[in-house]
Protein backbone atom coordinates (compact mmCIF):
# COMPACT_ATOMS: atom_id res chain seq x y z
CA UNK A 1 0.00 0.00 0.00
CA UNK A 2 1.35 3.70 -1.07
CA UNK A 3 1.73 5.93 1.96
CA UNK A 4 0.82 9.03 1.88
CA UNK A 5 3.88 10.84 0.52
CA UNK A 6 4.22 8.62 -2.67
CA UNK A 7 2.56 8.66 -5.92
CA UNK A 8 2.60 5.64 -8.28
CA UNK A 9 2.65 6.52 -11.74
CA UNK A 10 2.11 3.53 -14.42
CA UNK A 11 3.18 3.20 -17.59
CA UNK A 12 2.70 0.03 -19.31
CA UNK A 13 3.39 -2.62 -16.92
CA UNK A 14 6.14 -0.68 -15.52
CA UNK A 15 5.13 1.23 -11.86
CA UNK A 16 6.89 4.60 -11.07
CA UNK A 17 7.48 5.98 -7.39
CA UNK A 18 8.11 9.25 -6.98
CA UNK A 19 7.72 11.26 -3.63
CA UNK A 20 5.78 14.38 -4.34
CA UNK A 21 7.69 17.71 -4.62
CA UNK A 22 6.90 20.39 -1.52
CA UNK A 23 6.91 23.66 -3.91
CA UNK A 24 5.57 26.91 -2.36
CA UNK A 25 4.25 29.33 -5.25
CA UNK A 26 4.46 33.05 -3.85
CA UNK A 27 2.43 34.56 -6.35
CA UNK A 28 -1.02 33.61 -8.17
CA UNK A 29 0.38 33.77 -11.55
CA UNK A 30 3.67 31.80 -10.90
CA UNK A 31 3.76 28.56 -13.24
CA UNK A 32 5.69 25.52 -12.13
CA UNK A 33 8.14 24.51 -15.13
CA UNK A 34 8.78 20.89 -16.10
CA UNK A 35 11.91 19.72 -18.18
CA UNK A 36 11.85 16.37 -19.27
CA UNK A 37 16.00 15.45 -19.47
CA UNK A 38 17.82 12.69 -20.67
CA UNK A 39 22.00 12.92 -21.27
CA UNK A 40 21.74 16.91 -21.49
CA UNK A 41 24.48 17.73 -19.12
CA UNK A 42 25.67 20.27 -22.41
CA UNK A 43 22.36 22.27 -22.17
CA UNK A 44 20.58 21.56 -18.84
CA UNK A 45 22.46 24.07 -16.29
CA UNK A 46 21.99 27.36 -19.09
CA UNK A 47 18.56 25.97 -19.43
CA UNK A 48 17.72 25.92 -15.76
CA UNK A 49 19.58 29.13 -14.89
CA UNK A 50 18.11 31.52 -18.02
CA UNK A 51 14.37 30.18 -17.10
CA UNK A 52 15.11 31.09 -13.23
CA UNK A 53 16.86 34.63 -13.74
CA UNK A 54 14.39 35.90 -16.44
CA UNK A 55 11.16 34.29 -14.61
CA UNK A 56 12.21 33.72 -11.51
CA UNK A 57 9.99 30.56 -11.86
CA UNK A 58 10.29 26.89 -9.79
CA UNK A 59 12.51 24.20 -12.21
CA UNK A 60 11.66 20.66 -11.96
CA UNK A 61 13.93 18.57 -14.00
CA UNK A 62 12.55 14.66 -14.70
CA UNK A 63 15.72 13.03 -15.14
CA UNK A 64 15.24 9.83 -16.96
CA UNK A 65 18.13 7.57 -15.99
CA UNK A 66 20.49 9.77 -17.52
CA UNK A 67 24.54 8.26 -17.86
CA UNK A 68 26.06 11.51 -17.53
CA UNK A 69 25.84 14.67 -14.89
CA UNK A 70 22.43 15.91 -16.13
CA UNK A 71 20.82 15.95 -12.39
CA UNK A 72 24.03 17.10 -10.63
CA UNK A 73 24.01 20.16 -12.92
CA UNK A 74 20.19 20.95 -13.12
CA UNK A 75 20.52 20.56 -9.12
CA UNK A 76 23.32 22.92 -9.19
CA UNK A 77 21.60 25.41 -11.43
CA UNK A 78 18.53 25.29 -9.52
CA UNK A 79 15.78 23.11 -10.17
CA UNK A 80 14.43 20.09 -7.91
CA UNK A 81 15.60 16.95 -9.69
CA UNK A 82 13.16 14.27 -9.95
CA UNK A 83 15.06 11.16 -11.37
CA UNK A 84 13.34 8.55 -12.22
CA UNK A 85 13.91 4.80 -11.93
CA UNK A 86 13.23 3.36 -15.10
CA UNK A 87 14.01 4.67 -17.98
CA UNK A 88 10.81 5.66 -20.59
Avoid at 53 to 60: E, L
Wanted: proline fraction near 6%; hydrophobic fraction near 45%; aromatic fraction near 4%.
Amino acid sequence: MKSDTEAQLSSNSHSIIAAPLNLTMTQPDTLVIIIPAFNEETTISTVVDRIIQRWRWPVIVVDDCSTDATATLAQAAGATVLPLTLQL
